[in-house]
């Protein structure tokens, strides 16, 4: 089973950027179609994005559509989320998943798990 551990969480201000990165150990990662989800306080782990293991499909949630950008390096076994004009709306913890397959982003069903970074947005 592949283990995940995500970072390049942290404090940012409304209409910051961040980058996260998830690394992954024990399997290489392009067998897998990866995702992002995020879960605020008191709320339910949502669905962020998503990439085929090849990288040629994307998904993106219309919450963050235009402003969010996953995106892979299977040479590097890291997967990315590039995050722009982001909004008090955006603070959760952001988590790294390796899918089901492409297109399954019911989190019940995923794989494998980061442990998450926290990404924080002050208005």
């Known amino acids: 089973q592949v283990q995940l551990v995500e970072s390049g969480g942290g404090l940012v201000q409304a209409g910051g950027s961040l980058r996260l990165s998830c690394a992954a150990s024990?399997?290489?990662?392009?067998?897998?179609?990866m995702g992002w989800f995020r879960q605020a306080p008191g709320k339910e782990r949502e669905f962020v994005a998503a990439?085929?293991?090849?990288?040629?499909?994307?998904r993106h949630a219309d919450s963050v559509k235009g402003r969010f950008t996953i995106s892979r390096d299977n040479a590097k076994n890291t997967v990315y989320l590039q995050m722009t004009s982001l909004t008090p709306e955006d603070t959760a913890v952001y988590y790294c998943?390796?899918?089901?397959?492409?297109?399954?982003?019911?989190?019940?069903?995923?794989?494998?798990w980061g442990q998450g970074t926290q990404v924080t947005v002050s208005s």
């Open positions: 024990g399997r290489t990662l392009s067998r897998y179609a």
């Open positions: 998943t390796a899918l089901n397959y492409y297109g399954d982003y019911d989190p019940s069903r995923a794989r494998s």
């Open positions: 990439i085929s293991w090849s990288g040629g499909s994307t």
